[in-house]
T-cell receptor, first 110, second 117 residues
Framework: KQEVTQIPAALSVPEGENLVLNCSFT??????LQWFRQDPGKGLTSLLLIQSSQREQTSGRLNASLDKSSGRSTLYIAASQPGDSATYLCAVASGYALNFGKGTSLLVTP | EAEVAQSPRYKITEKSQAVAFWCDPI?????LYWYRQILGQGPELLVQ????????DSQLPKDRFSAERLKGVDSTLKIQPAELGDSAMYLC?????????FGYGYTFGSGTRLTVV
């Protein structure tokens, strides 16, 4: 079974800092990897989708990379803002459904 | 932008009672998923539908949970009887493809927060 691990579990940074969230997975035979954002008590919002053949995807201040062979992905957030405070979930598509990590809880302080 | 609709947003029920959640996927999405997310954890798959057929329900506690997607469009997830441990967020998602080998990704609804008292 695909196991997805996210490090760190929680992160607190001052506004303006660049930061990196890490995701690792045990089975490199994946179709794609998706990063989601979840605000407290809310559903999941898709941030970036990286196909298995791609190395990275960018959207605004967000950049996600994928190294399938080593089973790793990183989400880079540039110039963090208080509005970025949320839980970030990494999900790997291998087989029929998504396997999620437990998430990284991010707090950006003014 | 197309959305996955879920209702209700919040539900409080007493243990041993029945509860039901509804999901309407994005139009044209053949695949529908129900996930359960316990506080502080990542979502875990309960059941997956391709059109009206169940593709995977291996993690669905079938003694108390049931799910249906009769016409291959919207879906209902039911719990009867509810237990305290069922308190969680129930998320519905949809996708164009059966497996995500096509790389369409998944779109999630806003979820139903269930509290069993």
């Amino acid at each position: 079974k695909q196991e997805v691990t996210q490090i760190p579990a929680a992160l607190s940074v001052p506004e303006g800092e660049n930061l990196v969230l890490n995701c690792s997975f045990t089975d490199s035979a994946i179709y794609n990897l998706q990063w989601f954002r979840q605000d407290p008590g809310k559903g999941l919002t898709s941030l970036l989708l990286i196909q298995s053949s791609q190395r990275e995807q960018t959207s605004g201040r967000l950049n996600a990379s994928l190294d399938k062979s080593s089973g790793r992905s990183t989400l880079y957030i540039a110039a963090s803002q208080p509005g970025d405070s949320a839980t970030y979930l990494c999900a790997v598509a291998s087989g029929y459904a998504l396997n999620f990590g437990k998430g990284t809880s991010l707090l950006v302080t003014p | 932008e197309a959305e996955v609709a879920q209702s209700p947003r919040y539900k409080i029920t007493e243990k041993s009672q029945a509860v039901a959640f509804w999901c309407d996927p994005i139009s044209g999405h053949a695949t529908l998923y129900w996930y359960r997310q316990i506080l502080g954890q990542g979502p875990e798959l309960l059941v997956q539908f391709q059109d009206e057929s169940v593709v995977d329900d291996s993690q669905l506690p079938k003694d108390r949970f049931s799910a249906e997607r009769l016409k291959g469009v919207d879906s209902t997830l039911k719990i009867q009887p509810a237990e305290l441990g069922d308190s969680a967020m129930y998320l519905c998602a949809s996708s164009l493809a059966v497996s995500d080998s096509f790389g369409y990704g998944y779109t999630f609804g806003s979820g139903t927060r269930l509290t069993v008292v």
